[in-house]
């Protein structure tokens, strides 16, 4: 009698199955004990409840998890890249101000240029309203 378990396609079909299975629990594992730490709501004994609970009885600990706090998952992690995004954007604001605002040592420069260059000033009142600029 030939099973469909003696066809080594169907062997090498399963082992990738387990292997995708067990990166899936691993991420999974990782992505609870983060939201564990990330949820501003919980108390430290709480925290440190779930955790203990999650990694003494993974299987159990993470599938009680999921169903207790799982709708919340995804809005704390959407809170969190918001608030990332967020630290990224102002950070960008901040940096692009210091230097390339309409009142930046480079728009002076240039306006001061082009007035030299109009012949409006002299090189010298241009060297001293440089100096002023740069100083």
């Known amino acids: 009698m030939i099973l469909a378990y003696d066809y080594p396609v169907l062997g090498a079909f399963w082992t990738v199955m387990w ?3 067990w990166i899936l629990w691993i991420v999974l594992l990782f ?3 983060g939201d ?3 949820d501003d709501e919980l ?3 709480a925290k440190t409840a779930w955790l203990v609970f999650v990694v003494v009885v ?3 600990g993470v599938f009680v998890y999921t169903l207790a706090r799982g709708r919340g998952m ?3 992690e959407a809170e969190h890249a918001r608030a990332r995004q967020e630290a990224v954007d102002d ?3 901040a940096a692009a101000s210091t ?9 002076q420069l240039a306006k001061l240029s082009d007035i030299r260059a109009k012949g409006d000033i002299d090189d010298a009142e241009f060297e001293r309203a440089k100096e002023k600029i740069l100083h």
């Open 19 to 21: 292997i995708f299975l």
């Open 36 to 38: 564990i730490f990330r």
């Open 74 to 76: 995804g809005k704390r």
């Open 58 to 60: 993974p299987f159990l």
């Open 31 to 33: 992505r609870v004990i």
């Open 99 to 107: 230097g390339a605002g309409p009142d930046s040592t480079v728009d």
């Open 91 to 93: 950070y960008i604001r």
């Open 43 to 45: 108390s430290g004994i």
